[in-house]
């Protein structure tokens, strides 16, 4: 059974920094790639980062680039979200999926029907 866990959000001063964990199992590292989607309230799901374990090649959105680094760890089948210089407007609920290899190739993909494996999302505010 294929299972994501994400952990790390909390309440954070606007200008502070968080890191987000998402913990994989039930799947080998090197056959999916991990992206980072974060939903506000009342808005839809975006996708923020992604990784491949292929080639290590990242995306990130516009409005995280710069603040955020997307990693992983393949010993702990574990990718990270280092999130710094928060903001009010990054207050939403992150959640971690992946997406499995397939005949499209290697590459992460920021798009939420891509993903194959959802976990459960963890919540993350910012006060200003």
């Known amino acids: 059974e294929v299972q994501l866990q994400a952990s790390g959000g909390g309440l954070v001063q606007a200008g502070g920094s968080l890191t987000l964990s998402c913990v994989v199992s039930?799947?080998?590292?090197?056959?999916?790639?991990i992206g980072w989607f974060r939903q506000a309230p009342g808005k839809g799901r975006l996708g923020i980062s992604c990784?491949?374990?292929?080639?290590?090649?990242?995306y990130y959105d516009a409005s995280v680039k710069g603040r955020f680094t997307i990693s992983s760890d393949s010993a702990k089948n574990t990718a990270y979200l280092q999130m710094s210089q928060l903001k009010p407007e990054d207050t939403a609920t992150y959640y971690c999926?992946?997406?499995?290899?397939?005949?499209?190739?290697?590459?992460?993909?920021?798009?939420?029907?891509?993903?194959?494996?959802w976990g459960k999302g963890t919540l993350v505010t910012v006060s200003s």
């Open positions: 999926a992946a997406h499995v290899y397939d005949r499209s190739g290697y590459g992460c993909s920021p798009y939420h029907g891509a993903q194959d494996y």
């Open positions: 039930g799947l080998a590292f090197d056959d999916y790639s």
């Open positions: 990784m491949s374990s292929a080639d290590g090649n990242t």
